[in-house]
């Protein structure tokens, strides 16, 4: 059983005709580009948007008209994946680096869903390593600030070479632990120069989707 599978499609029922829809990035939003890419065929007819460069590609390999994000104007709804959800609704995003474009086109949609298997469910946020997308200019000094304020970052490594964004920018996952106010952290994050912007999502999720071990389904919604 592929609970990412489960979820991801799960999400695509909630896409009706006519709708302007942002797609996500990662394994479990694969499924629904994919799910929504077969009902395109089928005749559904909607315009969307892309989280990432492989997405997009994704997208368009399914026949999913893109359109140019300046273009497509407020959003229906959008579906994406997570690294971890906690039970206010927050998120850490950022795991496939795509945290820039989906933070912005999460901001622009009406409706966020998220897609998950059990896992990615946690009581606290900041086991897994939070991403912190930085400028190329001036990395160092950034890493330092980063380092100073107790973040314990590492750069994201591409084989030999720092992994680049599709924004050409640098990711330092910074190694956190349970972060005891993400709403903080976030602001305080995005306050230091050279940090473009940082995976956490703090109440922006609306709709929650959680495969189960067992196959069954949480649909949560943000009170
Ligand atoms: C990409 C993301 C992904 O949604 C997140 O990393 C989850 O990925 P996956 O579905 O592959 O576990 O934020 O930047």
Redesign the pocket.
Known sequence: MNL?QIAAEHAASFVEDGMKVGL???????YAICRIGERVRAGLNIQAVA??EASDKLAREWGIPIIPFDQIGRLDLTI????EVDPDFN?????????LR?KIVAANSDKLI????GS?AVQKLGKFPL?VEVVPFASEWTFKALENMGCQPKWRMDGPKQYLTDNGNLIADCHLGAIADASELNVQLNMLPGVVDN?LFVKMADVVIIAKEDGSIDELHRP
């Open positions: 990412k996500g990035t990662g394994s479990t939003a694969y989280t990432s994406d994946g997570a690294d998120l850490i995003k950022g795991g496939g680096g795509a945290l989906e998220i897609v998950a298997d990615k991403p995976g």
